[in-house]
């Protein structure tokens, strides 16, 4: 199993991604409000602000979706899902993706993952 994990400056497009994991049986996902550290440093420390490049990190939030994923060929889904609705993500500014081992899980039932999310 691995955790996947998006980090989705395009936060816009939230509502596709989403609709696109569906069309691609991705069957759960959980999505967080956050903010890189540009943001963070230019909201609470003004002089630093020349770390936000000036340019839409001032309003740079973004949202981080975590999926768990079976194998590579789900993860690879995942991915692709996402590409589906922002084309390339190596292009800056639109997201990131990397995934992580999980070894361990406890609560989420794959027969009724689909039906219920997690």
């Known amino acids: 199993m691995e955790l996947v994990v998006i980090v989705l400056n395009k936060t816009d497009v939230l509502?596709?991604?989403?609709?696109?994991?569906v069309?691609?049986?991705?069957?759960?996902a959980?999505?967080?409000?956050?903010?890189?550290?540009?943001?963070?440093?230019?909201?609470?420390?003004?002089?630093f602000s020349m770390f936000a490049e000036l340019k839409d990190e001032k309003a740079g939030n973004s949202k981080t979706i975590f999926t768990v994923v079976e194998d590579e060929?789900?993860?690879d889904e995942v991915l692709e899902?996402?590409?589906s609705v922002l084309g390339?993500?190596?292009?800056?500014?639109?997201?990131?993706?990397?995934?992580?081992?999980?070894?361990?899980?406890k609560g989420i039932?794959?027969?009724?993952i689909l039906?219920?999310?997690f």
Do not use: C, Q, W
């Open 15 to 21: 509502d596709e991604i989403l609709t696109a994991f």
């Open 109 to 112: 039932d794959d027969e009724n």
């Open 30 to 47: 959980t999505v967080l409000d956050s903010s890189g550290l540009g943001h963070i440093i230019s909201n609470r420390f003004p002089m």
């Open 73 to 75: 060929k789900e993860r």
């Open 81 to 83: 899902a996402v590409e």
């Open 23 to 28: 069309n691609y049986k991705v069957t759960g």
């Open 115 to 117: 039906e219920e999310g």
């Open 88 to 105: 390339d993500i190596s292009v800056p500014d639109t997201a990131i993706l990397f995934s992580l081992p999980v070894s361990f899980t």
